[in-house]
């Protein structure tokens, strides 16, 4: 199981993005069918349940390539005085946490440190978070109401 995880955030900055553009290209043609059909009600509605699916895995892949990108950003493979000095940074030794925030730092014997992980990765994740738990509560709501509409047509 653990080679698994790893494998998977290995592709994650690569898969990711693919993902997220040919979901977005879904929801762009689930628009443009949408508005060509007439069915498109102007003022705010709920969304359809397959809108919140294709947001929930566009929001899931940007925050999983930005957890890769961040989690591989510390040298995982390498020594850290290997590190440090590819990325041109001093130090001699590496603290890191791959959970929420990820950092990874390369620390001098003086306790000064330098962030390896790009400043935009941890903002990704937890937007990516957020955006995926509100399509999800929506699609619910969305399949609750489509189902209680139903009843009331055939009850």
Partial sequence: MGEFALVALLLA???GPLVFGLAGIALLVRWIRIRASGRAVGGLRLPGVLTCALIAVMAAAAASAAYGWGFFAG????????????KGVPGDHI??????????????????????????????ICAGLAALVAA?????????????ARAGRTG
């Fill in 13 to 15: 900055p690569f898969v």
């Fill in 75 to 86: 040298g995982v493979w390498e020594g850290p005085d290997k590190v440090c000095a590819l």
């Fill in 95 to 124: 603290v890191s946490r791959h959970v929420l925030p990820v950092s990874a730092q390369c620390v001098t014997s003086d306790g000064v440190g330098t962030e390896l992980v790009s400043w935009w990765v941890n903002p990704v």
């Fill in 136 to 148: 999800l509560v929506l699609g619910v709501v969305a399949t609750a109401r489509a189902a209680s």
